[in-house]
């Protein structure tokens, strides 16, 4: 039997879903459903919207008003939803892939407005729907299909990028931390404005396989013995934090949100009447 | 107040064609010879209650429209032929995921950034092929700044009726012709919008003889799911090939069994035409230039004039009717012979074909025409 929390929020009659065993993808997908749960928003006005990859198949389980896209263009499609009616919640679920490299223009760009839409990155460092080649979040040096020879990429910091671009809202979570990722979730959803909320996911079977991370048991356990708190990474020095993934809320910032800002504009023209 | 007759360039007509017919939002990128569609729509949107967006890029254009109107609104984009190419995964998304938007493009020369204020009609095939796969797609080219307002109208009305993307194919001739345009208001047009629905789960599901499903807008309370992959009735994604046939073969035939109430074309001097110019958009007015002075000059064959203006499905019933009844069809066109394949095709050899086209970015005259009427005449002696 699903928990309360599954039958409320999921289409109980499309899962088990179709993720590896040991990713990362379900433990985040929860935690996304948990959030908007915990904030008692009314589905009817919840839209999920999706790219293409693991991550993305997220939304056809998810009991919403739910958009699968094409590759890259979530955050592009979700703009059009949120300016159309900016009375309806929404949320983007994306891969490091999807959101980073082919997408990487309209994140930017969609932090730049300012627009409220909620961004959950599920980061699993590889592609996996298509077998295990880097992406713009591969680690330096570690291998994918298409690095057999070790990734000469640099990776992105994903919130770190976003909050430069001019996203209000940046957090890390991990699939290990369920119930602080579901606090971020929820806390990037309450916001007025652009959030990015990145989810460390685990992939044992493209990403631990290819760089010999061990069982799935270890890439959690790894998860728990090497993040730490952006509060107590606070007090760390770097040598401490050498190897160490920070997590938790990176910023928060005040600024007027798009949709807002083109009421207003409509007003102005007389077109609210 | 708006006032009723105007004088309007043809891409300011296609956004006040777009309103009459209930456009309330418009998303894209600066392209010539476009932009002046998204400037007039920047202001004019807002007047209305409409959003207004420039997107980062032409993919996020076309992908923020096809966002809004799952949200209720009906979308317009515009572009030139670069930002076509780039919107074509989405024209696609659109077909299969059966979301109504009107896609404009005002052609421009090409390949690649090409002759960026030069006309063209290169875009003819690409407006049907361009996006991968079997797939749905209507095509309408005016020739007039008139019809740039009450095609537009049209163009929405099937994309609703159809749930289809409409691409509004213009070409930079039309685009920045200058005529007297009369706006006629949305009470005197018929305007189709989206009717009720009751979906309750199976959003894909059609009825006996129907071909288009009912659509709810996201956050009246449906919640189900759309997606670019192959679907069940419920939409939800499905490798079963009975199914993926299924609806591959219904999204085909929502337009082939409609293909009457879809198409439209204009035919001048037809009945005892022996040739018969075959002409679209832009390349319609040099035609008439043409047929005009045919009349004139002594001993020259009748000639007459077949315009498609739906130009996607291509009318093939009456182009073969044509050519039972003329001698010599001559195709005119600013490409390197597009439509002439759809001609050649729908003729089954009846009557030869010649063709006139250009591809250096300078336009068909009537005398153009005239030399390639003489030139079957001659031949004829």
């Known amino acids: 039997m699903p928990s309360k929390l599954i039958e409320n929020t999921m289409r109980v009659n499309r899962l088990p879903h179709i993720w590896c065993p040991g990713c990362g993808h379900g433990i985040l997908m929860r935690d996304v459903a948990q959030a908007i749960d915990n904030i008692g928003l009314d589905p009817d006005k919840v839209v999920i919207v999706s790219g293409i990859g693991c991550s993305s198949r997220a939304a056809g389980y998810m009991n919403y008003n739910t958009l699968h896209t094409t590759h890259g263009r979530a955050i592009a499609f979700a703009t059009g939803v949120k300016l159309a009616n900016p009375e309806l919640t929404v949320i983007?679920?994306?891969?490091?892939?999807?959101?980073?490299?082919?997408?990487?223009?309209?994140?930017?760009h969609a932090c730049r407005r300012n627009i409220d839409l909620t961004v959950v990155v599920f980061n699993n460092n590889i592609y996996g729907m298509t077998g295990g080649q880097y992406s713009p979040t591969t680690p330096h040096m570690e291998k994918g299909t298409t690095a057999p020879y070790g990734n000469i990429d640099y990776n992105f910091d994903i919130p770190k990028l976003a909050e430069s671009a001019g996203a209000t809202y940046t957090a890390r979570g991990t699939a290990y931390h369920a119930q602080q990722m579901t606090k971020l979730i929820e806390n990037g959803i309450r916001h007025h404005g652009f959030s990015l909320i990145e989810g460390l996911s685990v992939c044992p079977t493209y990403y631990g396989r290819k760089n010999k991370k061990g069982s799935t048991i270890d890439m959690y356990n790894w998860q728990k013995d090497n993040c730490i708190d952006v509060k107590k990474a606070a007090n760390m020095s770097a040598e401490e934090l050498e190897g160490k993934i920070i997590i938790g809320e990176m910023s928060v910032a005040d600024k007027p949100e798009y949709?807002?800002?083109?009421?207003?504009?409509?007003?102005?023209?007389?077109?609210?009447? | 107040m708006t006032k009723r007759f105007q004088l309007l360039q043809g891409n300011e007509a296609c956004v006040e064609g777009a309103l009459a017919a209930g456009m309330k939002f418009y998303a894209g990128y600066p392209i010539t010879p476009s932009t002046e569609i998204a400037e007039r729509s920047a202001i004019r949107l807002p007047q209305v209650g409409g959003k207004f967006i420039q997107m980062e890029d032409e993919i996020a254009g076309i992908a923020a429209a096809l966002g809004a109107s799952v949200a209720g609104l009906k979308s317009m984009t515009a572009t030139s032929g670069p930002g076509f190419s780039l919107k074509q995964e989405n024209?696609?998304?659109?077909?299969?995921?059966?979301?109504?938007?009107?896609?404009?493009?005002?052609?421009?020369?090409?390949?690649?950034t090409g002759l960026p204020t030069s006309p063209s009609q290169g875009d003819y095939m690409q407006a049907k092929w361009g996006t991968h796969g079997d797939h749905p797609v209507i095509a309408i080219a005016p020739s007039s700044v008139q019809e740039c307002y009450n095609e537009t109208v049209r163009a929405f009305n099937l994309a609703e009726e159809f749930r289809v993307p409409v691409i509004f194919l213009m070409d930079e001739i039309i685009g920045h012709l200058r005529e007297g345009c009369e706006l006629i208001p949305s009470e005197e047009l018929e305007i189709i919008d989206r009717g009720d629905h009751n979906i309750s789960g199976m959003t894909y599901a059609v009825g006996e003889g129907n071909y288009v499903p009912e659509f709810a807008a996201f956050g009246?309370?449906?919640?189900?799911?759309?997606t670019g992959l192959f679907h069940d009735d419920g939409g939800f994604p499905t490798n079963d090939n009975h199914k993926a046939y299924s609806q591959g073969r219904r999204l085909l035939d929502k337009i082939t069994m409609n293909q009457d109430a879809i198409e439209k074309w204009e035919e001048t001097d037809i009945e005892d035409a022996e040739v018969v110019i075959v002409?679209?958009?832009g390349?319609?007015?040099?035609?008439?230039?043409?047929?005009?002075?045919?009349k004139e000059i002594e001993g020259f064959p009748k000639v007459g004039m077949f315009r498609p203006v739906t130009v996607w499905p291509f009318p093939e019933k009456e182009m073969m009717k044509i050519s039972e009844k003329c001698k010599h069809i001559i195709m005119a066109e600013h490409n390197d012979g597009q439509m002439l394949m759809e001609v050649q095709r729908a003729v089954k050899g009846n009557v030869p074909v010649s063709f006139v086209g250009k591809i250096d970015g300078t336009t068909i005259t009537p005398d153009d025409i005239l030399a390639a009427i003489r030139e079957v005449y001659e031949d004829a002696k």
């Open chain 1, 259 to 273: 949709t807002d800002m083109y009421m207003k504009i409509i007003e102005k023209c007389g077109g609210n009447k």
């Open chain 2, 91 to 112: 024209i696609g998304y659109a077909s299969i995921a059966e979301i109504p938007i009107v896609i404009v493009d005002v052609q421009r020369s090409g390949p690649s």
């Open chain 2, 283 to 294: 390349t319609a007015r040099a035609a008439s230039g043409a047929l005009e002075k045919a």
């Open chain 1, 92 to 108: 983007v679920i994306t891969g490091d892939g999807d959101a980073t490299a082919i997408g990487g223009n309209h994140l930017i």
């Open chain 2, 279 to 281: 002409c679209y958009g």
């Open chain 2, 220 to 226: 009246e309370g449906e919640h189900y799911n759309i």
